[in-house]
């Protein structure tokens, strides 16, 4: 009976599993396909479609024998990642039916990421389904679902401002500038060092159409490929005090043990500048930019530290966002529950109105081979009234079927009509 | 009160509301719904400005009520020009409120015609008080442009983004705006300036009379003049630009106020009660 069929997901994800079990369990896209297929073979999975990010592994399937297929996907995923499965079991979370729902929408929604609202998480779901979908393990259920997920995924999103805050350094640092400087088109960048992260920053800034870019490194030489990199120009380190009469915002990131842009430094430029402000983004320890210069007029200084207390900010907001975020979450689960319930009357609903109407076609042309005197009129006449009739005797039960009542109550019916007219043989 | 004056006090207060739902937030529509009821509010106060000026047949600044008035008015009537040529939208929280309370304010004053005879239908004279009023009316917006400039600085530089922080906008368009409210405000206090000799000069034979109105109107304008000289000669802008912004505007209000309570003058008509 369809009823019986339902939706499960296992997986492992950051919160269960540390890094070292993750990386193990990990399945590449080759994997991903060949499982797909393997698992296609089975009679106990009925759909499947199977993800893996380096925070999460996770199958979600359709099965009649929960149980089964669990243990089934247990020992496929030990034996293609050759680990006993004592090793991954406690930490595996297993869900079922509305819990599994639950856990896809909050996924997708980013509301389970390590850092919440992240985004390529909605689209490393997408590029499952579709893996599923090319090798048609995904069915109506799946199907409904993840539509449904993507749905769920978009609204969390665009209504809430679960996404809206940056969470990186140099994320952060472009945030900040955007509110001293409005638009960023025409301010000079000056990127003292290197680094991955204040490389980062740069390339955000000139996403954002910054002006020119220079470069100082101690070394002139790396300067220059890194400023190639930027398609900027190098400076000398020793020009950085001269410079800082044109540029606009200052990137440092050195491993100098003092100070490379010192207080006299700005004190005497600002004047020069015509107070145009300067803003000074320090991801050095120990730092490379005075910090008593955040208390020059139309100066602003962050260190890495006044960064990541922003960026504890935006989660803390981020957070607070999520809790609306699984408010649509679990209008979402419902409305999936009640079009799932529908789904298995509506197989009852047809096979009953089928049978039914056998019957009485087949009556039908038996009559009419019998009674050879009858004129087309009344051939008609008869037809018609055996469609009224077949209707009329549906009406009732279908209404009962399709009624809103509890699900409980709705299987009772289910079964029984199923049993009355032997609809399951 | 005339139910013209109330209709306009509640298009200005449900202004006011929505741009504090607004500034709480942050919807889009909140502001616009505020935007066009203070726009709902400024025709009906034109028009309320206008049929007064119709009835008597005089400019209605004869009593505090109608001046307070106009000077409502004004400020409702720059501020929109403002916000649709900058769409600097979060001014609306200063400057709804502003015209609300100044309205209410006038509302609250008897408003019994005063008779001032011919001196209000001279054509300088009108010149004179329009101009006075709606530069006096961009500077006060300069005033608020200048408060969140200082909220907003310090909430970058103090690195304690609280409320303000992600309400406000830029710095760079904070500080743009309220230059430009300046230098519009300084332009037509200039004006009002020039008319107001020319009309002191038809009616009293002389330019100048050291009158105190007319001594801290000066100060006034050379107050702003040094700001703006500043501002283009060293490029004085941001925190220090919107502090003088302030004190300016202090002054502003003094010489438009102070000078007429505490001190005496031949302005003193405008603010009989």
């Not at chain 1, 243990?71 to 819990?99: M, R």
């Not at chain 2, 607004?22 to 529509?29: A, I, T, V």
Request: charged fraction near 20%; aromatic fraction near 10%.
């Amino acid at each position: 009976m369809t009823s019986m069929l339902d939706i499960v997901l296992l997986g492992v994800n950051h919160k269960t599993a540390p890094v070292a079990l993750r990386e193990c369990l990990a399945i590449t896209k080759d994997e991903t396909s060949a499982a797909l297929k393997a698992f296609q073979d089975l009679a106990s999975i009925r759909e499947v479609m199977l993800f893996s990010t380096c925070n999460r592994v996770e199958v979600l399937m359709v099965a009649e024998d929960k149980a089964g297929a669990v243990d089934t996907v247990k020992s496929f995923l030990s034996q293609l990642k050759q680990l006993p499965v004592s090793e991954f079991e406690k930490s595996l979370y297993i869900h079922e039916g509305d819990d599994a729902v639950r856990h896809v929408f909050r996924v997708a929604a980013s509301l389970d990421s390590m850092v919440v609202g992240e985004p390529q998480i909605l689209g490393q779901i997408k590029e499952a389904y579709q893996m599923a979908t090319r090798t048609k393990t995904s069915g109506v259920l799946l199907n409904k679902l993840l539509h449904r997920t993507f749905f769920v995924a978009k609204r969390v999103r665009t209504e809430t401002g679960i996404g809206d805050r940056a969470v990186s350094i140099s994320y952060a640092a472009v945030e900040l500038g955007r509110k001293i400087f409005g638009t960023f088109e025409g301010k000079k960048v000056l990127l003292i060092g290197a680094g991955e992260m204040a490389e980062l920053a740069v390339e955000h800034l000139i996403r954002n159409r910054t002006g020119d870019i220079l470069v100082a490194n101690r070394t002139f030489e790396n300067g220059m490929d890194l400023a190639k990199k930027f398609n900027g120009h190098a400076i000398r380190f020793e020009e950085i005090k001269d410079m800082l009469e044109q540029v606009d915002i200052i990137i440092s990131s050195t491993g100098s043990p003092d100070y490379v842009v010192t207080r006299d430094h700005v004190k005497g430029i600002i004047r020069r500048r015509r107070n145009r402000p300067l803003f000074f983004i320090d991801i050095a320890v120990p730092r490379d930019i005075d910090p008593e210069i955040n208390r020059l007029t139309n100066s602003y200084v962050y260190d890495i530290d006044d960064l990541k207390g922003i960026i504890d900010e935006n989660l803390e907001d981020r957070h607070k966002e999520a809790i609306k975020g699984e408010r649509i979450v679990d209008e979402a689960v419902i409305s999936f529950r009640q079009w799932y319930d529908n789904l298995d009357v509506m197989p009852t609903i047809v096979e009953l109105r089928r049978k039914i109407e056998d019957i009485a076609n087949g009556e039908l042309k038996r009559t009419q081979q019998t009674l050879g005197h009858l004129s087309a009129d009344d051939l008609k006449a008869i037809n018609r009234m055996t469609n009224v009739m077949v209707n009329k005797i549906l009406h009732d039960p279908t209404l009962l079927l399709k009624s809103n009542g509890r699900h409980q109550d709705k299987s009772v019916y289910l079964d029984v009509i199923r049993k009355l007219f032997k609809l399951d043989e | 009160m005339e139910p013209l004056f109330i209709l306009v006090i509640i298009f200005y207060l449900l202004s006011t509301i929505g741009y504090l739902l607004y500034l709480f937030f942050q919807k889009d529509y909140l502001q616009k719904t505020g935007f066009y009821l203070l726009a709902a509010g400024f025709l009906c106060h034109t028009a309320e400005i206008g049929y007064r000026f119709f009835r008597t047949g005089q400019f209605p600044v004869a009593n505090f009520h109608e001046t307070l008035s106009l000077a409502g008015w004004a400020i409702a009537g720059v501020f929109l020009l403002f916000q649709y040529k900058f769409g600097l939208k979060i001014l609306g929280v200063f400057a709804a409120p502003l015209v609300t309370f100044v309205v209410v304010i006038a509302a609250r004053l008897p408003n019994v015609p005063k008779e001032t005879g011919s001196l209000l239908n001279n054509l300088w004279l009108v010149a004179h008080v329009i101009a006075i009023f709606i530069g006096e009316a961009a500077l006060a917006l300069a005033c608020g442009a200048g408060l969140l400039y200082l909220l907003q600085e310090n909430a970058i530089k103090s690195k304690h983004r609280g409320f303000f922080f992600k309400r406000l906008p830029s710095l760079e368009l904070l500080d743009s705006s309220g230059y430009a409210c300046i230098v519009t405000g300084f332009t037509m206090l200039t004006f009002g300036l020039i008319t107001g000799l020319i009309y002191a000069k038809s009616v009293w034979g002389r330019f100048w009379s050291w009158d105190p109105k007319e001594v801290w109107s000066g100060i006034t304008w050379l107050l702003y003049a040094a700001l703006l000289h500043q501002r283009l000669t060293v490029g004085w802008r941001g925190r220090r630009a919107a502090i003088m912004a302030i004190i300016g505007f202090a002054v502003v209000l003094f010489t438009f106020l102070g000078v007429n309570f505490l001190l005496k003058g031949h302005h003193g008509q405008f603010t009989r009660m």
